[in-house]
């Protein structure tokens, strides 16, 4: 298995409390994604890096922000959590070339209350 | 706007059916497809990458087939097992107008399939 963990596994939260999610590599791959999976929508792509301090939006970033300060390390923060935002949320990395899958982590189940 | 489908959403089969799982997509300008597999409560697992120039790919008892023309990839279990019962997920990684597509992945919503002794 890829060495990615991602923290908390599992958090219970209410509603307007800041939260941040944590997803850690082992490998050195270049490129780091966060995705979000919910019934009848299937994975969705929030934000990803690809690089040190390089990140940009993707389809659903709204309420979402991130940082990578390390290569190691790529940061999800909902700044004022909403129960919209109650979902399984899975990190994944990349080398980023055309023959290269991702390798997802074990993702955090979040509720928000 | 890009999207993905997978049908059937939900399929049981005996152990030892040979069975096919459709993806389509709405735009040939890919990179590369993607089949992942699920377990319940668990990341996702990599099953097979189809490049944009292949047409098909073989693992095991899985083979991914990629027609670029029309927007469709099957993937194909043959001899399937009780081991097989999990979600699999078709991914589209889209190039974009600047050539720069920076791994990203557009997902299906999956196919839950169950192999019953």
């Known amino acids: 298995d890829a060495g990615i963990t991602q923290s908390p596994r599992h958090k219970v939260t209410e509603t307007g409390t800041p939260v941040t999610l944590r997803c850690h590599q082992t490998?050195?791959?270049?490129?780091m994604y966060w995705y979000r999976q919910d019934p009848g929508h299937g994975l969705r792509l929030i934000h990803y890096s690809y690089g040190v301090k390089d990140t940009d939006k993707g389809e659903v970033s709204d309420g979402y922000s991130v940082s990578r300060s390390k290569t190691e390390d790529f940061l999800l923060t909902l700044e004022s959590a909403t129960s919209s935002q109650t979902s399984v949320y899975f990190c994944a990395i990349s080398r980023g070339l055309l023959t290269d899958t991702q390798y997802f982590g074990p993702g955090t189940r979040l509720t928000v209350l | 706007k890009q999207e993905v489908t997978q049908i059937p959403a939900a399929l049981s089969v005996p152990e030892g059916e040979n069975l096919v799982l459709n993806c389509s997509f709405t735009?040939?300008?890919?990179?590369?497809l993607q089949w992942f597999r699920q377990d319940p409560g668990k990341g996702l697992t990599s099953l097979l990458l189809?490049?944009?120039?292949?047409r098909e790919q073989t693992s095991g008892r899985l083979n991914a087939s990629l027609d670029k023309s029309s927007g469709r990839s099957t993937l194909y279990i043959a001899a399937s097992q009780p081991g097989d019962s999990a979600t699999y997920l078709c991914?589209?990684?889209?190039?974009?107008?600047?050539?720069?597509?920076?791994?990203?992945?557009?997902f299906g919503q999956g196919t839950i399939l169950t192999v019953h002794p």
């Open positions: 735009d040939s300008a890919i990179y590369n």
């Open positions: 189809i490049q944009s120039s292949q």
């Open positions: 991914a589209v990684g889209f190039s974009n107008a600047g050539g720069t597509s920076y791994g990203k992945l557009t």
């Open positions: 490998e050195n791959h270049r490129y």
